[in-house]
C-alpha cells in the first residue's frame, strides 16, 4: 500500500475509486486500523460515486508509531484534566486532525467529504471545525462530543476497552481475549461472527501489533476534553449516525454531538452497538451520501 509524508509523520493509506470522482476520507476509532473500514463497505461506498480513501491514523497499523514518545497514566491525565493542571501527553486529537488534513494535502485534494467512527468521529468533528475550507461534508458514526455530564459506558464495555490484550506470541489467547471485545462491543440485534470475527483478529495483529500506540490515543482522547464549544462552529452539512444499543458510546453521545453541530441530522440504528456488521452498512451508506448530497449537487455524487 502507499505512503506519504504528512504533519511531520508518515501515513499509509488506501485509495479506491475514480480520481475524478467526489474524495470521501475514512477515518478509524481507538487503536483500529484502516482494516476496519471493510473492502465491502467501501465498495458500497465507491459504488455511490464517490473516490474513497482510507489511514492508519499515526500509532496504528503502518503509519509512522512515536516509539520514543511516553505513554501518559490516563488517572494522571483525567486528573489533571480535572483540576485545570497542564496534561501532558505526546499529542492530542488535534495532531491527529492536522494528520488527516496533511493527508489530503500530499493527495492534492482540495476538499474532501469526511467520516469518523468513534474516535474518528471526534477527529473527523475537529477536521470540520478547525479546517472548514477542507470538508464539503461530515458524518460522525458512533462518536461523541467530550461532554462529561454524558453518561459512561457499561461496565462490561468499560472493563474489555481498559483490559490489556495477551501478547499475540501466544495467538489463541490474543483472540479470545479479542473475540470476548467484540462480543461486548458487538451489535445485539445481529447474530455474532465469530469466524469472521476471529479472521480479522488475525489478519490484523499480524499487519500491526501496538499496544502503547493504543494508550498513547486514548490519552489524546481524554487530553482533548470537551469539544462542544468548538464544533458549534461547523458549517459543512452534518449527519451524526449512532446505534440505540451502544454500550462503548451510549447514545446520549450521539444526541449530544447533533444538538451542538448546526442543522446536524442524527439518524439512530436501532439493535446497532459499537461496531458496523455487514448488516448496516446500507444504513450507514445511505447517511453518508445523504450528507455529501446537501453539500450541494458540485461537490456531491451524481
Known sequence: MPQLSANGITLEYESFGSASHPPLLLIMGLGAQLTRWPL???DKLVARGFRVIRFDNRDIGLSTKLDGAPVPEL???????????????PYTLHDMAADAVGL???????????????????????????????????TSIMSTTGNPALPPPTPAASAVLMSRSPNPSDL???????????RVLASPAVPFDEAAARERLITDVKRSYNPPGFGRQIAAVTATGDRRERI?????????????????????????????????????????????????????????????RRAGAKNAVA
Open 75 to 89: 488517572a494522571t491525565v483525567i486528573a489533571a484534566r480535572m483540576t485545570g493542571l497542564p496534561v501532558h501527553v
Open 40 to 42: 465491502p463497505f467501501c
Open 172 to 182: 489463541e489467547a490474543y483472540v479470545k481475549h479479542g473475540l470476548n471485545t467484540l
Open 232 to 292: 458549534r462552529r461547523i458549517k459543512a452539512p452534518t449527519v451524526v449516525v449512532h446505534g440505540a444499543d451502544d454500550p462503548l458510546v451510549p447514545l446520549a453521545g450521539g444526541r449530544d454531538t447533533a444538538e451542538n453541530i448546526p442543522n446536524a441530522e442524527l439518524r439512530v440504528i436501532p439493535g446497532m452497538g459499537h461496531d458496523i456488521p455487514p448488516q448496516f452498512y446500507d444504513q450507514i451508506v445511505d447517511a453518508i451520501e445523504s450528507a455529501a
Open 104 to 138: 489530503l494535502d500530499g493527495l492534492k485534494i482540495d476538499a474532501a467529504h469526511i467520516v469518523g467512527a468513534s474516535m474518528g468521529g471526534m477527529i473527523a468533528q475537529l477536521v470540520a471545525a478547525d479546517y472548514p475550507q477542507r470538508v464539503l461534508s461530515l
